[in-house]
Nanobody, 119 residues
């Protein structure tokens, strides 16, 4: 069982930056991948960025160049740096982990952290 706890959300002005953190209870170096999703009110969760244990990253096209996904395997932490904030980034950001136990994949979610960007 993996527990994920996000932090770092809050209210920020457009153009500013926020850094989201995700603390994992397990060794993220052993995970298949971790990811950040965001959910706008009334919508499904949207994949924003992924990162593997060797720090290979992928991004949603619309956030490339503005968001940076990073990890610290020693601390079992994953981060999402949000730069150049826009009001349309407002939503709940979730940390996700995908692990494998033998032949079975497992999926874990954090509780989410609210990001609100004011114009």
């Amino acid at each position: 069982q993996v527990q994920l706890v996000e932090s770092g959300g809050g209210l920020a002005q457009a153009g500013k930056s926020l850094k989201l953190s995700c603390a994992a209870s397990g060794s993220i170096a052993d995970f298949n991948a971790m990811a950040w999703y965001r959910q706008f009110a009334g919508n499904e969760r949207q994949l924003v960025a992924t990162i593997t244990s060797d720090s290979t990253t992928t991004y949603l096209d619309s956030v490339k160049g503005r968001f940076t996904n990073s990890n610290d395997n020693a601390k079992n932490m994953v981060y999402l740096q949000l730069n150049g904030l826009k009001p349309e980034y407002t939503g709940v950001y979730f940390c996700h982990a995908n692990t494998r136990d033998g032949v079975k994949d497992w999926s874990y979610w954090g509780q989410g952290t609210q990001v609100t960007v004011s114009a």
